[in-house]
């Protein structure tokens, strides 16, 4: 059956015109394809480093959770100093035991009064993390608050007394200052950096040193005598005080698995680790590496009790979220994410043929 089209086809007559719209579509089309290519070159000029400002706010949200912890009502009270500060400084050198005990002392006197200061402090840090006119002060001030957190609110983070990375070795809090060394602005240099912690001034080299003493420590410290212990890991998994009962119930479970095999665990721990801490100086490794340090970070967490942010005494998440923040920060970039005012879409995307080229 022939159609009317291709009748009027056949005696010469057009069958649509589709020249006037398509002329109307490309009018429409050419604005708004400036546009987009201006605001994608306005985005890459702001964001040199891609990915670096979401995890700034990540950051940001970190120290936000630190802060409503502080902000609770166990933390107004003496048990503050007495069970979390005081309680840590059990096996440290006299000089620092001593240092924090006199911190202690001041603070005790008006506890109230310093913890809504500390609460304080790390919500302004959170704050000023969440724009970028105050991004530098914040990184700058969180590095400087967390130093001095790290000496006289978790005594060095039991690097002194042999602890284990499962009960949160080296201290989160130190972990603040590190990541917020790493994503330190900076712009974008005349080669692309393999990842936002490579983008500063020490470069790759820098940063992957900084990765291999992190994790090299953490394998030095699990392969100790103490923490290879038979029973070192089922201890640590058994700390459930004032847990609510899921995350009892979890630890409880690990514990069990653990068994009396917490020689074996540790060694196989300590490997890994060391493979995480060298693998990040391999490109074809990187990626693998960081998807086990993030699941290594999580199983930290899940040892230190997710922190005690469930206990009402907990002050900070522990080192098991900020772990995996590193990793991100370490995530290998694309080779053409710095390229400005690219629409890789469009490069990639097959040509349309117009209606006029294909009658």
Not at 308 to 325: C, E, K, S, V, Y
Not at 329 to 341: E, F, Q, V
């Amino acid at each position: 059956m022939t159609s009317v089209a291709d009748t009027q086809g056949s005696r010469g007559t057009p069958a649509a015109a589709p020249a006037p719209l398509t002329g109307r579509l490309t009018a429409v089309r050419s604005p708004w394809t400036s546009v987009r290519s201006a605001v994608r070159s306005a985005l890459a000029a702001a964001e040199p480093i891609p990915g670096r400002r979401g995890l700034q706010v990540c950051l940001g949200l970190l120290w936000l959770l630190d802060a409503s912890l502080q902000y609770q009502p166990f933390m107004f009270g003496p048990g503050f100093v007495t069970k979390g500060i005081e309680s840590a400084t059990a096996g440290n050198p006299a000089a620092l035991v001593s240092s924090v005990t006199w911190a202690s002392q001041v603070m005790l006197r008006h506890i109230a009064v310093y913890n809504a200061m500390f609460a304080s402090i790390q919500l302004l840090l959170a704050i000023g993390l969440f724009f970028r006119r105050t991004v530098k002060l914040a990184l700058a001030a969180s590095i400087i608050w967390a130093l001095s957190v790290w000496w006289f609110g978790e005594s060095l983070g039991g690097i002194l007394t042999a602890t284990s990375p499962l009960a949160g070795l080296p201290g989160a809090v130190v972990l603040y200052a590190l990541i917020a060394i790493v994503l330190w602005p900076a712009r974008s240099g005349p080669h692309q950096p393999a990842s936002v912690a490579a983008a500063r001034s020490p470069g790759n080299t820098g940063a992957n040193l900084l990765w291999l003493a992190l994790w090299g420590c953490f394998a030095h410290y699990l392969l100790l005598p103490a923490n290879r212990a038979p029973d070192a890991i089922t201890h640590v998994f058994s700390a459930t005080d004032g847990q609510p009962r899921w995350v009892a119930a979890t630890m409880t479970l690990f514990a069990q698995a653990a068994g009396h095999r917490g020689t074996q665990i540790s060694v196989v721990l300590a490997v890994a680790c060391a493979v995480v801490a060298l693998g990040v100086f391999s490109r074809r490794a990187r990626r693998p590496v960081l998807v086990i340090a993030a699941g290594l970070g999580l199983l930290f967490w899940i040892a230190e009790g997710f922190g005690g942010i469930f206990t009402g005494q907990g002050t900070d998440p522990n080192t098991g979220p900020l772990l995996i923040l590193l990793a991100a920060s370490y995530w290998p970039m694309n080779k053409t994410a710095l390229i400005p005012g690219i629409n890789h879409k469009v490069c990639f995307r097959r040509p349309r043929r117009s209606p006029a080229s294909i009658s």
